[in-house]
């Protein structure tokens, strides 16, 4: 099990940017094949925005394409995991979460709030 922690969350206008961040807490973990998921109020199922496979290629939910990028930090004793969101909208609103692309996940975190005012 890896123990992911999520950041970089806010309160920003329609049209504004974010940059969320998710860290493993040991070190000696890394963030290969992992993913930016978000739970919206009231609905129990958590939607894929963003994934990042070990080779680098990454994929994008409808909603989040052309508007976010994810990528990854990997060095000695650094591993971030990133999600760049631009032009945010209100339907952006939501708690993000990072974990693995595929099952099995592993426990989930408390995520980083992102609310979009419009």
């Known amino acids: 099990q890896v123990q992911l922690v999520e950041s970089g969350g806010g309160l920003v206008e329609t049209g504004g940017s974010l940059r969320l961040s998710c860290t493993p807490i040991?070190?000696?973990?890394?963030?290969?094949?992992k993913a930016w998921y978000r739970q919206t109020p009231g609905k129990q199922a958590r939607e894929l925005v963003a994934?990042?496979?070990?080779?680098?290629?990454?994929?994008?939910a409808d909603s989040a394409k052309g508007r976010s990028t994810i990528s990854r930090e990997s060095a000695k004793d650094v591993a971030v995991l990133y999600l760049q969101m631009h032009n945010l909208k209100p339907e952006d609103t939501g708690n993000y979460l990072c974990n693995d692309v595929d099952p099995p996940f592993n426990s989930w975190g408390r995520g980083t709030e992102v609310t979009v005012s419009s």
């Open positions: 994934s990042n496979r070990s080779d680098g290629s990454a994929d994008y």
């Open positions: 040991s070190s000696l973990c890394n963030v290969h094949n």
